[in-house]
């Protein structure tokens, strides 16, 4: 069966950092580019970054540019999302997929 | 960046009639390598997106051939034949010929 967990999701203040974690399960991880789609409350979804197989070649939505790094550990079958200069406007489910197959997503809330 | 436009968005059906749901491109989804890099998701309340169509008209691993995928271009639409109870949700357009990949605003599908 093919799962992918996300964990890491918390509430921050404006301008903290986090980072998000998805483990996958259930086929080949390191063949695949993988990504990170973000879902603001009532909204449709939002790409937010992606990364190559061997973790060489990232892209980013300019919105998060500078402040989140996507990264990926193929030995432990799994995605990074590294937060920072968290703004309101982040707030969101964040969800790791390949688009194939979707995670069932973080929580990140950002708030004073 | 490709803007998607959904259209209409929402739609009420009697269970067994044909819906239909169009999604416009600003720019042409085509590529060279000939595929049309264009997807259909549908998220159902509370959960992640889940494939349905890849690359135009490619129904994704168990999804039922009630749904069905066509278009060109910069024009397409997903028909759901036979519509069920269970295809309630709201359906996604996706398209990852240029980055930023973007989604369409989405058609939320209700049954009578």
């Known amino acids: 069966e093919i799962q992918l967990v996300e964990s890491g999701g918390a509430v921050v203040q404006p301008g903290g950092s986090l980072r998000l974690s998805c483990t996958v399960s259930?086929?080949?991880?390191?063949?695949?580019?993988m990504s990170w789609v973000r879902q603001a409350p009532g909204k449709g979804p939002e790409w937010v970054a992606n990364?190559?197989?061997?973790?060489?070649?990232?892209y980013y939505l300019d919105s998060v540019e500078g402040r989140f790094t996507i990264s990926r550990d193929n030995t432990k079958n799994s995605l990074y999302l590294q937060m920072t200069s968290l703004r309101v406007e982040d707030t969101a489910k964040y969800y790791c997929?390949?688009?194939?197959?979707w995670g069932q997503g973080a929580q990140v809330t950002v708030s004073s | 960046d490709i803007v998607l436009t959904q259209t209409p968005p929402s739609l009420s059906v009697t269970p067994g009639q044909t819906a239909s749901i169009s999604c416009k491109s600003s720019?042409?989804?085509?590529?060279?390598?000939?595929?049309?890099?264009l997807y259909w998701f549908l998220q159902k309340p509370g959960q992640p997106p889940q494939l349905l169509i890849y690359?135009?008209?490619n129904r994704f691993s168990g999804v039922p051939d009630r749904f069905s995928g066509s278009g060109s271009g910069t024009d397409f639409t997903l028909k759901i034949s036979r519509v069920e109870a269970d295809d309630v949700g709201t359906y996604y357009c996706?398209?990852?010929?240029?980055?930023?990949?973007?989604f369409g605003g989405g058609t939320k599908v209700e049954i009578k």
């Open positions: 259930g086929f080949t991880f390191s063949e695949y580019w």
């Open positions: 690359e135009l008209f």
């Open positions: 990364i190559n197989q061997d973790g060489t070649t990232k």
């Open positions: 720019q042409s989804l085509l590529r060279s390598d000939g595929k049309t890099h």
């Open positions: 996706m398209q990852s010929m240029q980055l930023p990949i973007t």
């Open positions: 997929t390949d688009f194939d197959f």
